[in-house]
């Protein structure tokens, strides 16, 4: 429950992040590395959620499904904000 409360928290804390490494966009060459820094949340969810399905459990779902989708948006968004020119 708590990996799981967690893989959803690393949405906000990605971006949080994400403000501190740009420094007030003044730096926005660190906005990237912000959404990689909360990715291994989510991972370890994923990773959680298979190791409960191999041992047996039933609740290894929400883990799984829950840390694809967080995953697969931090991922998006690393890309995008790696491939976006920042002309301020």
């Not at 990237?32 to 190791?51: D, K, Q, R, T």
């Not at 290894?60 to 020119?85: E, Q, S």
């Amino acid at each position: 429950i708590v990996l799981f409360v967690l893989t959803l928290l690393s949405l906000h804390g990605s971006l949080f992040l994400s403000l501190i490494f740009t420094e007030n966009m003044m730096n926005p060459q660190g906005l990237p590395w912000g959404f990689a820094a909360a990715m291994p949340v989510p991972l370890a969810s994923i990773i959680c959620g298979l190791y409960l399905k191999k041992k047996g459990y039933s609740n290894y779902k929400k883990n799984t499904i829950a840390g694809m989708i967080v995953l697969l948006f931090l991922l998006m968004l690393f890309v995008m904000t790696m491939l976006v020119p920042f002309n301020i």
